[in-house]
């Protein structure tokens, strides 16, 4: 039996893996376990890493080392990729408020870390560490941990040590604190369930029924007149007033008190409806038509050779007699309008004849099984691209080091980029969500079982030689900005309850939070709000995670 003793207690290949393979299991079945409805999820990893570590068992540190970064780069660009096609419209209109806010909460959390160093005399590098497990962003940890080995060329395991003692409450602090706003400010949550999202509103999409009164267009082709605004609209469907309903192309003409059904922005609302005449109510089944020969139905994009292709050069308006009106992306909404690009996976809502529609799929592709197909060249592409940005050194006034963006910001940068503008070069960036979250959820365990097996040897010593305290440091961390931005945002700008709890969770990118928001809210607000903030979010924590090492350096 001296082969299975060997397993345990050698330096081999084999038996890196296997207590890899053992803390992943373990954590990842502990992360299952709620105590008052409130889990630690994925993080259980990196406590059992450390567990194991601190009882001797050891795994050989060139080993840990390439876990450690192949995992975060997989994460950090399984993340870019997601977000990327929606990462940029999230910073317009209603978004761009959000986003600020989401800012203030990442800068006050590290001049609030850079306040405590200042006082306590506490190690910046340690505090980096304590910030990352306060806020509980797991890609700021490996971006401090990444660029500390670049500049002193040795780890230092303070930093894990930090983030995994302020980890714990860091996830409390962030669902308790919404509570605490909620007490001071005596929010009532029956009422704040009638509030609109205003934020959401500005940007979601509008099906309108209006009532033609301009004279100024009576007479005249569709075409003529969508080119004449803006903004983007979509007339899909025309009712005359002997009641018969046609599907709108581009040589449709429109005359006074024909009824068109429009779809748009909806901050674009008002002025649609002043353009056109005044808006008027249509059931649903009488946009059907008589002989109900119109209905809609949502083809998904499959067909690789139209990725990046423009709706308008497709020409399924004239061809087909066919509409598209909308197309959701990544969980956006958007208006399908002339110059939009398809993507590989796109749910393109389309109004017509059931004939028609048939050729439009066939168009398409609207075949699911080739969306299982994974596309693996943008995936390597990207990550080499990424960590040559990574490497880069950019110099800031003030700052005695160059800053790289690393594994963790380089890869992440090139994804978001790639997801949003490599269909723009008949570039397949898309992966299914299933797959995605495989590769993420591969990424972050390797991670995470890396650096709880390099830093628990030392861990508990740690902890008796002061570290305890670093439970209070993070929890100020945790606290203080998320207190501070969210009474700002309700008392200010009059913030629904459901969106702050969307703004507070995604500003700490934290999934638990984020699942105590849905459980007690009655909309998707919260998930919007989220989705808003999370990408911007996510590139200022590895960023900010970078600078304060570089200025632990002074």
Same mark, same amino acid.
């Given at each position: 039996?001296?082969?299975?003793?060997?397993?345990?207690?050698?330096?081999?290949?084999?038996?890196?893996?296997?207590?890899?393979?053992?803390?992943?299991?373990?954590?990842?079945?502990?992360?299952?376990?709620?105590?008052?409805?409130?889990?630690?999820?994925?993080?259980?990893?990196?406590?059992?890493?450390?567990?194991?570590?601190?009882?001797?068992?050891?795994?050989d540190?060139?080993?840990?080392?390439?876990?450690?970064?192949?995992?975060?780069?997989?994460?950090?660009?399984?993340?870019?990729?997601?977000?990327?096609?929606?990462?940029?419209?999230?910073?317009?209109?209603?978004?761009?408020?959000?986003?600020?806010?989401a800012?203030?909460?990442?800068?006050?959390?590290?001049?609030?870390?850079?306040?405590?160093?200042?006082?306590?005399?506490t190690?910046?590098?340690?505090?980096?560490?304590?910030?990352?497990?306060?806020?509980?962003?797991?890609?700021?940890?490996?971006?401090?941990?990444?660029?500390?080995?670049?500049?002193?060329?040795?780890?230092?395991?303070?930093?894990?040590?930090?983030?995994?003692?302020?980890?714990?409450?860091?996830?409390?602090?962030?669902?308790?604190?919404?509570?605490?706003?909620?007490?001071?400010?005596?929010?009532?949550?029956?009422?704040?369930?009638?509030?609109?999202?205003?934020?959401?509103?500005?940007?979601?999409?509008?099906?309108?029924?209006?009532?033609?009164?301009?004279?100024?267009?009576?007479?005249?082709r569709?075409?003529?007149i969508?080119?004449?605004?803006?903004?983007?609209?979509?007339?899909?469907?025309?009712?005359?007033?002997?009641?018969?309903?046609?599907?709108?192309?581009?040589?449709?003409?429109?005359?006074?008190?024909?009824?068109?059904?429009?779809?748009?922005?909806?901050?674009?609302?008002?002025?649609?409806i002043?353009f056109?005449?005044?808006?008027?109510?249509?059931?649903?089944?009488?946009?059907?038509?008589?002989?109900?020969?119109?209905?809609?139905?949502?083809?998904?994009?499959?067909?690789?050779?139209?990725?990046?292709?423009?709706?308008?050069?497709?020409?399924?308006?004239?061809?087909?007699?066919?509409?598209?009106?909308?197309?959701?992306?990544s969980?956006?909404?958007?208006?399908?309008?002339?110059?939009?690009?398809?993507?590989?996976?796109?749910?393109?809502?389309?109004?017509?004849?059931?004939?028609?529609?048939?050729?439009?799929?066939?168009?398409?592709?609207?075949? *699911?099984?080739?969306?299982?197909?994974?596309?693996?060249?943008?995936?390597?592409?990207?990550?080499?691209?990424?960590?040559?940005?990574?490497?880069?050194?950019?110099?800031?006034?003030?700052?005695?080091?160059?800053?790289?963006?690393g594994?963790?910001?380089?890869?992440?940068?090139?994804?978001?980029?790639?997801?949003?503008?490599?269909?723009?070069y008949?570039?397949?960036?898309?992966?299914?969500?299933?797959?995605? *979250? *495989?590769?993420?959820?591969?990424?972050?365990?390797?991670?995470?079982?890396?650096?709880g097996?390099?830093?628990?040897?030392?861990?508990?010593?740690?902890?008796?030689?002061?570290?305890?305290?670093?439970?209070v440091?993070?929890?100020?961390?945790?606290?203080?900005?998320?207190?501070?931005?969210?009474?700002?945002?309700?008392?200010?700008?009059?913030?629904?309850?459901?969106?702050?709890?969307?703004?507070?969770?995604?500003?700490?990118?934290d999934?638990?939070?984020?699942?105590?928001?849905?459980?007690?809210?009655?909309?998707n607000?919260?998930?919007?709000?989220?989705?808003t903030?999370?990408?911007?979010?996510?590139?200022?924590?590895?960023?900010?995670?970078?600078?304060?090492i570089?200025?632990?350096?002074?």
């Open positions: 039996m001296s082969w299975f003793s060997e397993l345990f207690t050698s330096s081999s290949v084999a038996h890196s893996i296997m207590l890899l393979a053992i803390t992943i299991a373990l954590g990842i079945q502990l992360g299952k376990i709620k105590i008052a409805n409130i889990s630690f999820g994925i993080a259980w990893i990196l406590f059992v890493g450390i567990t194991l570590s601190h009882f001797g068992l050891r795994v540190e060139e080993v840990l080392h390439f876990t450690k970064e192949f995992g975060l780069i997989l994460f950090v660009y399984s993340i870019g990729l997601q977000v990327g096609p929606a990462f940029f419209s999230s910073l317009r209109k209603g978004g761009l408020r959000l986003n600020l806010l800012t203030m909460i990442v800068l006050l959390g590290v001049v609030t870390t850079y306040i405590i160093h200042l006082v306590t005399k190690d910046l590098a340690t505090m980096t560490g304590i910030l990352s497990g306060a806020v509980t962003n797991t890609p700021g940890l490996g971006a401090a941990q990444q660029t500390y080995t670049d500049v002193y060329g040795v780890n230092n395991p303070n930093i894990a040590s930090g983030y995994a003692v302020a980890y714990p409450l860091g996830v409390i602090g962030i669902i308790i604190t919404p509570m605490i706003i909620k007490f001071l400010l005596k929010i009532k949550l029956d009422k704040e369930a009638l509030n609109d999202n205003e934020e959401g509103k500005e940007t979601a999409t509008k099906r309108l029924s209006i009532m033609v009164k301009n004279q100024g267009i009576d007479g005249r569709i075409e003529e969508i080119k004449s605004f803006d903004k983007s609209v979509v007339i899909s469907r025309i009712k005359h007033p002997d009641g018969s309903v046609i599907a709108a192309t581009n040589d449709s003409v429109i005359y006074v008190n024909d009824i068109l059904r429009v779809i748009t922005e909806a901050n674009n609302v008002n002025s649609i002043m056109f005449g005044e808006e008027c109510k249509v059931d649903e089944q009488d946009w059907e038509g008589e002989k109900k020969n119109l209905v809609s139905r949502r083809i998904v994009v499959t067909k690789s050779t139209l990725n990046g292709e423009r709706i308008g050069n497709l020409k399924i308006r004239s061809l087909y007699g066919v509409n598209i009106t909308r197309i959701n992306r969980g956006i909404e958007l208006i399908a309008s002339y110059n939009l690009k398809l993507q590989m996976g796109d749910r393109v809502t389309v109004v017509g004849t059931e004939e028609a529609i048939k050729k439009v799929a066939d168009l398409l592709g609207n075949s *699911m099984n080739r969306l299982d197909h994974p596309n693996l060249i943008p995936i390597f592409l990207g990550i080499f691209l990424g960590i040559i940005v990574g490497s880069v050194p950019f110099v800031f006034p003030g700052l005695p080091q160059p800053i790289k963006l594994l963790a910001g380089g890869p992440l940068i090139v994804a978001i980029l790639m997801g949003r503008y490599g269909p723009y008949k570039m397949v960036t898309f992966t299914t969500t299933s797959a995605n *979250m *495989m590769i993420r959820e591969i990424g972050i365990s390797l991670f995470l079982a890396a650096v097996l390099s830093s628990g040897e030392k861990f508990i010593e740690t902890i008796i030689n002061g570290g305890y305290i670093w439970i440091y993070g929890l100020i961390i945790t606290i203080v900005p998320l207190l501070i931005v969210g009474l700002f945002a309700r008392l200010r700008f009059k913030m629904d309850y459901y969106t702050l709890l969307g703004l507070l969770s995604g500003s700490m990118t999934p638990p939070a984020l699942a105590f928001a849905n459980n007690i809210s009655p909309n607000s919260p998930s919007v709000t989220y989705a903030v999370y990408p911007l979010t996510m590139f200022l924590r590895v960023l900010t995670a970078q600078i304060l570089i200025i632990s350096l002074g």
